[in-house]
């Protein structure tokens, strides 16, 4: 009952002024996106969009990470920019996935510290399917980006089920 | 504070014995599928692969719903789906979009009555997109359905971001 009714000595019980629908609000703000992170697809740059399109069905993941030669975040590729391209009239075996990703600082990113909250409403507003994980890194005085996971529509999907439970 | 605090006459409030994990799992279930389900994008069985794809893109779905010549549930396609075929080998001009879907009775619906939770549950279970939101009706002594409308993991991470509002 903790944030609902609260103890004091001698008083007893007292209304915490929270009511169910906070309680919902806190607890999806406590929950850290380190918790619910999944494990990344990861691709180099120079990867052809043929083989991007394997690797996106042999992981069985809806987007695909993009590293440039540091191993640091360049891009990403939706399905959607995956369907484009192989409807259109390039030969897929040769491009590189680099010419067709999203490419850095075009990107949404989140913190292993922020919330599953603050992740979710980042994948709404913004209506994107994934969010890399990133921690921040310096190199050669510049602001780098290591993916440390991914929260998508499947994770708050399954934390919305897990939270659901009786 | 409904269902933590109760109101007795003449002895004020007690603890209804529920906790807020309950809170949360009992909200999810009170909301239903008719009132958070949203427009979906339907095609006839006998479009073309490319202009299946080509309505993808102009609706900005992830997921088509294919009716037979009676306005009835058929199939269904996904963005993986046509991404298979489209770097087949086949002319994707030609070819309907009945051949790749995915056909009756191998399709998980839900009914408006069914809950949020139902709903997310049925999408983590069967690690699906998108789930038809069907009526059923009986044509010629079979049971057939309508698409009323759809829920996607789209669908349940924009109310889990409205539940997690403060």
Known sequence: MLGILEARPRVGYFFAGKDPK???SEKMNDIKVDKIKSVPSV?????SVYDAIVTLFLTDVGTLFITD????????????DLLKTAIGNADIHKMPIGIVMTRMPNIITVTPEESAYDAARKIVDHQIDALPVVK???ENDQEKYKIVGKVTKTTITKLFVELGKT
Chains 1, 2 share one sequence.
């Open 69 to 80: 030669k540091d191993g640091n975040l360049a891009g990403l590729v939706s399905r959607k």
């Open 22 to 24: 906070n309680l919902i």
């Open 43 to 47: 691709i180099k740059e120079d990867t």
């Open 136 to 138: 921040a890194v310096t």
